[in-house]
Every structure is written in C-alpha cells, then in structure tokens.
C-alpha cells in the first residue's frame, strides 16, 4: 500500500490595470505585441518600478489564509532563458517573500483538513509562444503581467484533496477580488507535485512536477496517471529508473504525462537580489489598509445562515461562486424575501442552466430576476406562472417581465368581486362541507381552495382567495 504526497503551486495574475514593473496596459486577446514598451522588451538601460498595488493585493491574500506579511522583502534574479522572456531572466521574489507561513481548510467527507501555505511570493509572468506552420512566434503583451505564484505545504493525499484545495483558494481570491482566476485564459494555471511512499514511511522521495494545469478535471486526471506509474515503477522495481526529478507535461487527449525536461534545484537559476530594485518596504498605513478586505465566502455562508434564515446546503451553492453570491445578494439588497431568492436562484434558474452556462453567462441577470420576484411578492402572478415567464425570457433575453406576463396573458385576478362570487358559488354547491368545515374539521379549507381556484381555472390569486375564503367560511 502506497500515500500519496501532493504539494501545488499556483500561478495567479493579479487584476492590476498595468504591469508589475511598468505603465503597460494588462490585457487578454488584444493584438500581439500592442501593449509592450522598453521594460517589457529589456531593452538598455530600462528599468523596473514597481506596482503599489500589486503589493497591496499580495498583502490582501496574506490576510485571507491567516499568513505572515513580511514588511520587507526582496525581489530577486532568477536567471533562465525562455523564447518568451526578454530579460533571459524572472524578477521574483526567492529569500525573502512577502507572504509566508498561512493556511486554509478543506472539507473532506465531512471533516475539515488543514492545508499549509507555505509562501506566496510576487514575480512577473512571461509572454506567450504560439506555433504554428513551422514557425514560432512570440507575444510579449503578458510579459510583466503581475503574478503571485502560491506554494502549499505537500499536506494533500489524493487527487480530491487537491482538487478541494484549489477550488477553495480559486474562491478565495475571487471573493476578495485580487484576480479574476479565469482558468481558459492562463489566470488561475497550477504546477503538481507528486511523490509516493509506502505506508507508514516518513521519508520524501522523488518527486515529479506536472506543468501548467488549466482545469481541476485536468489536475484530477493527472494526479491518477501519476501516482499509478509511479506505483507500477516501484511494484516492478524500476523506481529509480523511471521516476527521476523532472518536469512533465499533461496530454490532454489521452490524460497521460510525458517527460518534459529535468527538473532545476534552486541553485541552477542562480538567483542573486536584482539590484535595480529596493527592498519592499511596507509601512503600517500600507498594511492596515490592505488588510481590510471583502467578506469572505465561510463568512459569508454563517451571515447566511444565522441572519437570513437559510439552510446550510443552499448557503454553500451560494458561496459555490463569487458570481452566484452577487446574485443572490443583488435580489437581497432589493428587498426580496432570501428564502424566496434561494428557490428562484439555486432552483429554478440553476436548473435551466444547461451545457455548462454559468450564472456569470445567465441569460437572465439579477435586475431581471427581481423583477420577476417583484411580480410573484405583489400578488401579479404565481410562482406557476412565474416559471412560464422565466422559461420564455430564457429564449428571448431582450423582453421585460411585464411585456412577458401580457404576452402569456399570466396576470393573476385579484378582484375581491370576481372572486367572492366564485367562492359563494362553491360554498352553494357544497353546504354538507361546510358544516363539517364549521364543527371543527379543519383539513377541508384546502379542498374549498381547489375548488376556487379550479373554477377561476388558476388565474385567481391564492393569498386573496386564502383570504376571502377563511372571511366566508
């Protein structure tokens, strides 16, 4: 029997308007090599200042996994050439980070699990190589793009964990707004590191870094291709033959790694302190500022419980993303009763979201749903209507509710008038219930509401026709 060791590093862009080190635009799908200038390009002679506020939100995720913030720290020189970076060097932060020593916890069948972080660290991202015809090309726009590059402890035992690990940093950082963590576009990308030993050994052995994995399902389908060929190798007494300090790539079609180079220890980048730039000084206006930062989703989740009234389960869908949380939380701050708001977002619309759209993609956006809401409070349309509306806006987002419910012709009647003479006409029909209904048997207002309602052939409104019957009876 073999345990797993997993320990990630996540490289996270910050959503900084310009560069680390420069006044440069960042950006995403823009024409290649448009937002680029003589640092970016190293170029004699230009050199790095650095982003205030990339600092800021590095201190601000220091905050959210309980770390210690290092008033000073230091960038660094890390020395390798990539096609993709000019400097044929990486200004990043090696002796000492900004972030180190936090933690964040994990559910694992019911139980919390702690997962040490042992440092995040400020650096730049490289630019972006494309090949394609023979060629290669090269775009420089992401040179410099701010990053904060997260390393946990090597605390994770199996592919799961790891996955509920980075989907609770992912929250995390949208949560408090220092990244968009979009993970088709290389925000939010993750190295694994894997290793194996037999049960109850406490040694570490070789470990193997998967490069570059864009999606948890990705990460999942690695992480069990890796631990079994590295199972077989030991099994078939080829350990120390096949897995071998290195750096592999994960092959997306056929979920299988391959060799990609030889994994450098530290001492390979020759990292020496870049000597164009200070050491960071954080002063305490800095780091008290920086440190108040947005509710965070366990936060969030107990508020929802304890002072909106909500169950558990539907407090984490809520909290499950930081575009289902403002949703929910528009339709509260508009007035709408939360559990109300919880059956027409994690319910009615989540089950109409089909081929992975996302709350983020709705077709319907919160302004729209609390109109509809809006119509279900004030008695215009039952919620059995309210689900026609939905299902037609859903097919043609430019309509407003109000033009839906003429349209169907779904407006509820609740005309005291109309609906008294119904309910004279079914108490008529009915006196032998109504006797039993006034000598206590209480259980048969609801068949006198069915029949009120069938009769006005479920356009009456039920709070009026609850009401003027309970008068009647």
């Keep these: 029997m073999f345990e797993t060791i997993i320990g990630l590093e996540v490289h996270c862009q910050l959503n900084t308007k310009t560069k680390i080190f420069c006044s440069c635009p960042t950006s995403f799908g823009d024409k290649a090599n448009v937002h680029v200038c003589p640092t970016c390009l190293a170029l004699p002679g230009a050199l790095p200042v650095l982003n205030k506020e990339a600092v800021k939100k590095a201190i601000m995720f220091g905050t959210a996994v309980n770390a210690t913030i290092n008033k000073k720290s230091v960038f660094d020189r890390k020395n390798y050439f990539y096609p993709d970076l000019p400097k044929a060097y990486q200004i990043s932060q090696f002796t000492i980070p900004i972030v180190e020593h936090g933690e964040l ?3 694992i069948n019911g139980e919390n699990k702690r997962i040490g972080i042992t440092r995040a660290h400020l650096e730049e991202d490289a630019g972006k190589n494309t090949h394609e015809e023979g060629r290669s090309l090269v775009d420089l726009n992401r040179a410099g793009t701010p990053l904060l590059e997260i390393v946990s402890e090597p605390d994770m035992r199996s592919g799961d964990e790891a996955v509920a690990y980075l989907k609770k940093l ?6 408090i707004n220092i990244s968009d963590a979009n993970m088709q576009e290389g925000s939010f990308r993750c190295d694994v590191n894997v290793s194996i030993r037999p049960k109850g050994d406490e040694k570490l052995y070789t470990r193997v870094e998967i490069k570059n994995l864009n999606s948890f399902k990705f990460v999942q389908k690695a992480i069990e291709y890796e631990v079994a060929r590295q199972i077989d190798a030991w099994e078939d007494g080829k350990y120390s033959e096949l897995v071998v300090q290195e750096t592999r790539l994960f092959d997306t079609s056929n979920f299988t790694t391959r060799s990609m180079r030889s994994k450098e220890d530290s001492a390979e980048y020759r990292y020496f302190p870049d000597p164009d730039l200070l050491t960071v000084e954080i002063s305490n206006e800095m780091l008290e500022e920086a440190r108040k930062i947005p509710e965070l989703p366990n936060e969030k989740k107990e508020r929802y419980i304890n002072e909106l009234g909500l169950k558990k389960d539907d407090a984490e869908v809520i909290i499950s993303s930081y575009e289902h949380a403002k949703f929910f939380e528009d339709l509260i701050n508009a007035g709408h009763e939360p ?7 994690n319910v009615e619309l ?7 759209i996302t709350i983020e993609d709705s077709p319907i956006d919160s302004a729209k749903m609390s109109d509809l809401l809006s119509r279900i409070e004030d008695g215009t349309i039952s919620q059995k209507a309210a689900k026609e509306v ?15 419910i003429k349209k169907l012709g779904l407006k509820q009647v609740s005309d005291d008038a109309t609906i008294l003479a119904v309910i004279d006409a079914v108490i008529s029909k009915n006196e032998q219930k109504v006797a039993e209904y006034r000598n206590g048997k209480d259980k048969l207002f609801g068949f006198f509401v069915g029949q009120v309602m069938k009769e006005g052939k479920g356009a009456f409104n039920p709070a009026k026709v609850n009401e003027l019957l309970k008068q009647k009876l």
Excluded: A, Y
Excluded at 350 to 356: A, D, E, P, T
């Design 350 to 356: 989540n089950g109409r979201l089909k081929n992975g």
């Design 390 to 404: 939905l299902d037609f806006i859903m097919e043609n987002i430019e309509i407003s509710v109000d033009d839906v």
């Design 170 to 175: 992912h929250s995390i950082l949208r949560f």
């Design 105 to 107: 916890f994990i559910n």
């Design 339 to 345: 559990k109300l708001c919880v059956t027409w977002l």
